[in-house]
């Protein structure tokens, strides 16, 4: 069982930054892809950043080039580098893990951390 803990979320002005980070718990046999989804008022979930364990890491359009998702040295936490935010950036954002347990590779979330930017 994985458990993904998240901080880091908050309130700023447009134009301003956040760092989510992402710790991952539990028993594993290895942690494949992280990264973080979000989803806004009355919107489905989207992808906003993923790395697998190995490639390169996907970002979705809106946010290339003023986010940034890196992973540390142990890869049980990644942290999202939020910068110039927008309005439309508010949401609630939730980390994500595939990883390899005993009875298979199985999708695990975050509770989830609110996002919000003002114009």
């Known amino acids: 069982q994985v458990q993904l803990v998240e901080s880091g979320g908050g309130s700023v002005q447009a134009g301003g930054s956040l760092r989510l980070s992402c710790v991952a718990n539990?028993?594993?046999?290895?942690?494949?892809?992280m990264g973080w989804y979000r989803q806004a008022p009355g919107k489905q979930r989207e992808l906003v950043a993923l790395?697998?364990?190995?490639?390169?890491?996907t970002y979705s359009d809106s946010v290339k080039g003023r986010f940034t998702l890196s992973r540390d040295n142990t890869k049980v936490t990644a942290y999202l580098q939020m910068n110039d935010l927008k309005p439309e950036d508010t949401a609630v954002y939730y980390c994500y893990s595939a990883a390899e347990v005993r009875t298979g590779v199985l999708d695990y979330w975050g509770q989830g951390t609110q996002v919000t930017v003002s114009s």
């Open positions: 790395m697998p364990s190995r490639g390169p890491t």
């Open positions: 539990g028993i594993w046999l290895s942690l494949n892809a």
